[in-house]
């Protein structure tokens, strides 16, 4: 199963990323709220969480989960290189890039400090373009989390939506929650996007052309904050 870390640059083969994920809380790269906007603050559920950066693929079933000694912006586009289909980075960030990040997602791994469940955030957005590296349906969301699982994530691990601040949202959580979409075992099981993106419109009702102009806006901005 092609499930890779990778530190220094460097690729190793791994059997499961389940023995890494928590790597972030000893490197001391955690979620610091003085890197934050004050209001960000005050909607962020994993502040003091350590980060860990990872991408995955689902057509090709490979993921990729980077250990650095300091996060540092551009590490998922640096996750990427060495596979055939993508763009060189940082260049892969920009919406004129032909490749992009071609078949992979962006995710992040919210290490949990207290010992509990972790949390799996994947980078969500209606708009993204293709090779964007971001979510855009709740059909991919699903891929992302069955094959996330298959590689070593816990079925109980929760599961949210990030924008690029890697922040949820309240009207999203809101959405998801309607959804019953929790937790990475529950998101594996929303197969039909097209079904979810009608659901989540009927449960918004006046608010959907907020939800869609300025939760997911952030897409605009990708190639400025660099995940």
């Known amino acids: 199963m092609p499930v ?3 530190r220094d640059g460097q690729k190793q083969g791994v059997a499961s990323l389940a023995p890494f994920l928590n790597d972030s809380l000893q490197k001391g790269c955690r979620m610091d709220k003085a890197q934050m906007a004050a ?23 490979i993921s990729v989960f980077g250990l650095p000694e300091i996060m540092t912006a551009g590490l998922h586009g640096l996750l ?3 596979f055939p289909g993508v763009g060189t980075s940082p260049e892969c960030y920009e919406q004129n890039d032909v490749l992009g990040f071609g078949g992979f997602v962006r995710w992040v791994y919210f290490a949990n400090p207290g010992g509990g469940n972790g949390i799996l955030g994947i980078d969500f957005s209606l708009c993204a373009w293709s090779g964007a590296g971001v979510a ?23 599961l949210v939506l990030l924008n690029c601040r890697m ?21 594996q099981t929303k197969k039909k996007s097209s079904l979810q993106i009608q ?9 959907k ?11 605009i901005a990708a190639d400025v904050t660099r995940g």
Do not use: Y
């Open 4 to 6: 890779f870390i990778q």
């Open 167 to 187: 922040i949820e949202e309240p009207c999203v959580f809101s959405w998801r929650q309607s959804l019953g979409l929790c937790c990475a075992s529950n998101g």
């Open 136 to 158: 855009n349906t709740m059909f991919s969301v699903s891929r992302l989390a069955k094959t996330c699982l298959e590689h070593g994530i816990s079925p109980q691990d929760q």
């Open 209 to 219: 052309k907020h939800l869609v102009s300025q939760t997911f806006i952030f897409v």
């Open 199 to 207: 659901k989540a419109r009927t449960v918004h009702g006046a608010d």
């Open 80 to 82: 990427i290189q060495g």
């Open 39 to 61: 209001a960000d603050q005050q909607i962020c559920r994993w502040l003091g969480f350590g980060i860990g950066k990872g991408v995955t693929d689902p057509e090709r079933n």
